[in-house]
């Protein structure tokens, strides 16, 4: 196995163990059992224990920020563009569990604030955006754009985190639903949300 190859390796073995027990719970002994590898080689690739998962929750937040960004980059009328980055998190829920365990659970050294706050902050940034062009677009305070997006960005986060565990209904659902409540408000829910988009 390549330098490159053993280190992606190790990062695999370390997210399901740190998505299992947490930083605390995991030693590097089980790392490097799971791995196939001393201890030694750990070393050699991450210095440490909390260097190792510090690789693995910048990996997985970079997975996620760049899902949602290209969510949110896309040319698309503000709704759609709600729709793509519910169902980017949502589809990174589904397809890397582990990671998003991950995410939620420990900071690492190197964030102290937390990957997952770090993250809903960029997030936020490129939201508050959509939302001032379209504030301004409807005769609203662009101000209040950014204030708008915390309150989307954590309806969005929240959902995911219940959603992590629930997985019923299915993501398209579920971003329907979430997508009826930012956009059509409570006195203006429809029944039978539908998604615009084909994604």
């Not at 706050?117 to 301004?136: G, P």
């Not at 579920?174 to 956009?183: G, T, Y």
């Amino acid at each position: 196995m390549t330098g490159p190859q053993r280190r992606s390796q190790l990062i695999d073995v370390g997210r399901g163990l740190f998505a299992l027990r947490g930083l605390d719970g995991t030693t590097i002994e089980e790392v490097a059992t799971a791995a196939g590898v001393s201890k030694p080689v750990i070393y050699e690739h991450f210095g440490s224990k909390e260097g190792l998962y510090t690789q693995v929750v910048e990996s997985e937040f970079w997975i996620l920020l760049g899902s949602i960004s290209d969510a949110l980059s896309a040319e698309a009328k503000p709704r759609v563009l709600v729709e793509r980055a519910a169902l980017a998190l949502l589809g990174y829920i589904e397809d890397r569990t582990d990671g998003f365990r991950i995410l939620m659970r420990d900071a690492p050294p190197s964030q102290p604030e937390g990957a997952f706050s770090t993250l809903l902050s960029q997030v936020t940034a490129k939201v508050e955006h959509i939302l001032a062009d379209e504030f301004d677009r409807r005769g609203l305070s662009s101000a209040d754009g950014a204030m708008y997006a915390q309150m989307l960005v954590g309806m969005v986060a929240m959902t995911g985190q219940w959603w992590q565990d629930s997985r019923t209904p299915d993501k398209r659902e579920v971003a329907a639903h979430l997508v009826n409540l930012a956009w059509n408000g409570l006195t203006g829910l429809r029944k039978d949300p539908e998604l615009m988009s084909d994604g």
